[in-house]
């Protein structure tokens, strides 16, 4: 596979969110699914694609911190945020995922930061950065549940129904949180444990 790696084009836009959407549908990486591309308005990013035979692949963005800990878990230094990652299901195991890790580290540097921070709640993903030796920095429970009741009636008073409320916590208090809330456990809206790992430069 000759695969190139180059910078974001606004051409790219329909191609690289059909890409998006497939990679979406097959990752629990997400929370949501889009239907515009972001544009990290206000902050510095890269946006690259990975196109083989002409045709995109594979994508990877950063968003950067414009102060330490903006974005970022770690605030020892103004870092970056890897905001989207994936590749094609058909480009398994031809050594992708790191070449777009690569272009992104060197666009990273290129611009005078020196780490990267990755974030999932997929567990391939998670096996993945396992694997090439990423450190992690931090994990927290990702989670949907039923309000409780004098929430519940609150809101109502302002006319507001809520359906679930989605919330986040340390893994030493999720058994205290699954006891204390109706968590939604169907899917796709099942709690994810979500692992952050780091790659300074």
């Known amino acids: ?10 051409e790219d836009e329909e191609e690289w969110m059909r890409v998006h959407a497939v990679i979406l549908s097959i990752s629990h990486s997400w ?3 889009i239907q515009e591309r972001p544009d990290y308005k206000g ?7 990975a196109l083989d035979g002409g045709k995109i692949v594979g994508l990877i963005d950063t968003q950067f911190d414009n102060e330490p800990g903006e974005i970022c878990l770690l605030d020892d230094s103004r870092g970056g945020y890897v905001t989207e990652f994936g590749r094609l299901p058909e480009h398994a195991h031809l ?6 890790m690569d272009a992104a580290k060197n666009a990273a540097e290129a611009k005078g930061f020196s780490r990267l921070e990755y974030w999932s709640q ?12 990423l450190k992690e920095i931090g ?10 009741k004098e929430v519940d009636a609150l809101l109502l008073k302002d006319c507001v129904g809520i359906e679930y409320m989605y919330g986040a916590c340390v893994p030493e208090e999720w058994p205290l949180v699954k006891k204390k809330y109706e968590i939604i456990q169907k899917h796709p809206l099942e709690p994810h444990l979500c692992i952050g790992y780091e790659v300074r430069f």
């Open 139 to 148: 994990r927290h429970y990702r989670f949907r549940f039923k309000p409780p």
């Open 122 to 133: 997929d567990r391939k993903a998670q096996r993945f950065y396992g694997r090439l030796g």
């Open 95 to 100: 050594g992708l995922g790191p070449k777009l």
């Open 1 to 10: 596979m000759d695969v190139e790696i180059r910078e974001y084009r606004p």
């Open 43 to 49: 902050f510095e990013s890269t946006r690259l694609v």
């Open 31 to 33: 929370n949501y699914s």
